[in-house]
Each structure stands twice: as structure tokens, then as C-alpha cells.
């Protein structure tokens, strides 16, 4: 890896630790009320009183951003390990399946790949409904197809390794057998897909926020926050432009960390 990579992996990870330190501790970080309202310090500009400015109903926009972490970041890493979880089973079963099932249940999980994640999501939260939860679903069964694919795809090539085999022949049940040395594996490489999955699923989260369909006023969450600030622009840009950094610097840094992870295990270099 060369120094300017490694440097901006350095960068990636201490931004992705203060994101993990705000969406923890977020009364430490910025002990402001972040649904506090001073209507005489309506849209201020950012100061030593407030580093980020404040929104039109007076509140501290720093404090918002810090308290919207956990949220923003938190509803995406529960979307992602939903994604997770599922995609193993789902891929899973279908590896090990007649060829046949494999076959349709393939045919249909291409159908679902063929549309953008997003343009899923959106579909699933028009159907359940606006919230958080809805939103964290929507999200989840968008990712899946992805999942899937890849655990299938390592399912039938792990159940074909050596080491398998050798359990097999010695007598060892199918289901221990696959638990033990099949498994471990697919979930390895699952998980360095959700690494670089997680800014995605931020993403859309934030995406169906700034729409209305995710958390509603006032509660702080990027997303909202970006569509709060979106007539403000030219008077006061502070509102929105916090925010959308804040997305995009975790979306950047998560997905620097999993293409280095990912880079890694396929034995290049990142």
C-alpha cells in the first residue's frame, strides 16, 4: 500500500471514530440541547457561541449534528446487519439447494439486483409507510439481493473445498459440517461487503429522511436536517451544509475502509 493510501485509510478511520464517539456520547461531545428552540437567535451565523450556526427555530445546529449521528449512522448499521443476516441464510439456502430451487430463486434475486437499491427502498416505505423502523426495512430488503448473491456464490464453493470433503468423509454431519468450516467463511466475506455497504445504506437513509418519509420534526437527523436547510441556501447555508458533510464524510470514510478490506482479501494491493 503506498503512503498517500495509507494516509487517507489514517484519515478515514479517525473521522469514522469521531462519527462512532458522537453517535455514543453525543451529550458529552455537544451538551447543548439539540431540541432546544431561541427564537431570538434565529439563524445565526456560525460563532464561538455556536460553531455551527443555528436553524431557523434558534437550535444549535452543531449539537443537532452531533445528537443525529446515532440516528443517521445507527438506522444504517441496523439496515446493513439485517442485510447481513438474511443474505447468509437466503444464500446459503440456495447454494446448498436442488439446482432447480437454486435456479428461481436466483432468477428472482436478479430481477430484484436489476433495480437501483434506492428505487427499492422507496417503493417498500410508499408501501409500509413513513418512520424510522419503515425506513430501516426498506433499506434492509433493498440490500438483501446483494447478499445473497455472494453467499451463494461462496456457499458452492466452499461445499466443494477440500477441508469439506474431508469432514464429510470422516462422517461428520452435514449441518455441523457446514456450521464449522463453511459458514465462518461466507460470513468473512459477507462482512467486508457490509463494511462497504454501511455508506450505502447511511445514504438511502439520509435519502428517505430528506424526502419526509424517515424521522419527523424535531427530531435531528441528517437527512431531515439537509431537507430543513434546503430553502436557506443563499441566506443561510450553514443549516444544510453541516449536515451533508457530515453525511458525506462517513459515507466517504466507510467506503475507503471496505474497499481496503476488501482489496486485502483478495490479496492485491489497495
Known amino acids: 500500500m ?22 455514543l456520547f453525543p451529550g458529552l461531545i455537544a451538551p447543548a440541547d ?59 439456502l440456495s447454494g446448498i439447494a436442488p439446482r432447480a430451487v437454486d435456479a428461481a430463486a436466483m432468477r428472482v434475486n436478479d430481477v430484484l439486483m436489476a433495480f437501483p437499491e434506492f428505487l427499492v427502498a422507496l417503493v417498500v416505505v410508499a408501501v ?11 433499506v434492509t430488503l433493498a440490500a438483501v439481493p446483494v447478499y445473497v448473491r455472494l453467499a451463494r456464490v461462496q456457499t458452492r464453493t466452499l461445499v466443494l473445498a477440500e477441508h469439506v470433503e474431508a469432514a464429510r468423509i470422516l462422517g461428520v454431519p452435514r449441518v455441523l459440517a457446514f456450521t464449522r468450516h463453511v459458514a465462518p467463511g461466507v460470513l468473512g466475506t459477507l462482512s467486508v461487503l457490509a463494511t462497504i455497504g454501511i455508506g450505502s ?23 431531515l436536517m439537509l431537507a430543513g436547510g434546503r430553502n436557506t441556501l443563499g441566506t443561510a447555508w450553514w ?32
Open 2 to 23: 503506498s503512503a498517500a493510501r495509507r494516509a487517507l485509510l489514517g484519515a478515514a478511520l479517525v473521522v469514522l471514530a469521531i462519527i462512532a464517539a458522537m453517535a
Open 34 to 92: 439539540p431540541l432546544q428552540t431561541d427564537v431570538r437567535a434565529a439563524l445565526e451565523a456560525p460563532s464561538a457561541a455556536h460553531w455551527f450556526g443555528t436553524d431557523q427555530s434558534g437550535r444549535d445546529v452543531f449539537s443537532r449534528v452531533v445528537h443525529g449521528a446515532g440516528r443517521s449512522v445507527g438506522i444504517g448499521l441496523l439496515a446493513t446487519a439485517l442485510a447481513l443476516v438474511a443474505g447468509l441464510v437466503l444464500g446459503a
Open 128 to 138: 409500509l409507510g413513513p418512520g424510522p423502523v419503515n425506513v430501516a426495512i426498506a
Open 201 to 223: 445504506s447511511i445514504l438511502a437513509v439520509a435519502g428517505l429522511s430528506f424526502l419526509g418519509l424517515g424521522p419527523t420534526e424535531p427530531v435531528p437527523e441528517w437527512g
Open 239 to 270: 443549516i444544510a451544509v453541516f449536515p451533508g458533510l457530515a453525511i458525506t464524510l462517513t459515507v466517504v470514510s466507510a467506503t475507503v475502509v471496505g474497499r481496503t478490506l476488501r482489496a486485502r482479501l483478495e490479496g492485491r494491493a489497495a
